[in-house]
């Protein structure tokens, strides 16, 4: 019999091994007796790992009297453990809660097992795993911009760290150009409400957990792949962004195609129209070590 232990890691977007706990490990062959008395001796264990050769399974607290009934009798790799929920300890927290509420009603309450490589780190209650995900929400509330509601600049940066680990990302930079125009034109009202379309245009293009979208302020977002397929969809942002933005300007200029705006000089020349721009980084031919 082994005991695991964790270590603990940083970062905004909680990994699921950071509220991870030990757990004891057993073979397929080993007596009932024994997993009885680990359960006796330890008050708060809710499971217990069962490591054959070639797979995990987890034999719970409650099924394990249920189907036992006695300290005595056969091994424990018998049939009466469970096939587990096994995911990577770098998974985040919001990621392994969809995965585990959506296991049967029966595996429900099931232990969650942490690996990392292969190896059997630890494991997650449901009750710790759902108290973590309200305290992760609670904290990306925070930091959220609040008027589109998409990631700020915090969650940002730490995403960017995150996608190093990657081995296939692209970045994509958006902007609206000639935005500061159409707010002095059409006031700050109907600029928000440009932005708030944008963002909601990016959410539908943008799905996690493919991708992630942020907004790092203004009329500026942010989004990252984990892929390298970018071009169709820069494509139908810019094809997108060209039909709701007719929503937002009166007939006039949209026959004209500009806006009057002040210039340089002080004196009001035609603008065009806001259009979107996107630049892109990948790490397709050349790979970065930091976000700088």
């Known amino acids: ?55 995990v399974s987890l034999m719970m607290l409650a099924r394990f009297f249920q189907q036992i009934g006695t300290q005595y009798g056969m091994p424990c790799g018998t049939g009466y453990e469970r096939r587990a929920l096994v995911v990577d300890y770098a998974e985040q927290i919001t990621d392994v809660s969809v995965l585990a509420m959506n296991r049967s009603e029966e595996e429900l309450y099931d232990l969650v097992l942490i690996t990392a490589e292969g190896i059997l780190y630890g494991a997650v209650s449901i009750r710790r795993l759902l108290l973590a995900v309200a305290d992760v929400r609670a904290e990306m509330a925070i930091f959220m911009n609040p008027l589109t509601g998409l990631p700020g600049n915090r969650i940002i940066d730490e995403r960017l760290y995150q996608l190093l680990q990657l081995d296939f990302f692209s970045v994509l930079y958006i902007d609206l150009d000639h935005f500061k125009s159409y707010n002095d034109s059409y006031g700050f009202k109907m600029g928000d409400q440009l932005i708030q379309a944008t963002a909601n245009l990016l959410r539908k293009l943008f799905v996690f957990p493919e991708a992630f979208l942020g907004h790092i302020g203004g009329d500026d977002f942010i ?5 390298h397929d970018f071009r169709y969809v820069c494509e139908e942002v810019i094809t997108d962004f060209e039909k709701i933005k007719r929503m937002f300007y009166n007939q006039d200029d949209l026959d004209n195609q500009y806006v009057l705006g002040e210039g340089r000089t002080g004196l009001n020349r035609p603008i065009p129209l806001v259009s979107v721009s996107i630049a892109v980084v990948t790490n397709h031919r050349q790979q970065y070590e930091n976000i700088d």
């Open 1 to 55: 019999m082994v005991w695991l232990c964790i270590k603990e890691a940083n970062g905004i977007f909680t990994q699921i091994v950071e509220i991870a706990d030990t757990i004891p490990i057993v073979a397929p062959e080993t007596k009932c007796d024994i997993v009885y008395n680990l359960f006796k001796s330890n008050p708060n264990l809710e499971g217990v790992a069962v490591m054959g050769e070639q797979s």
């Open 223 to 227: 989004a990252i792949l984990d892929h």
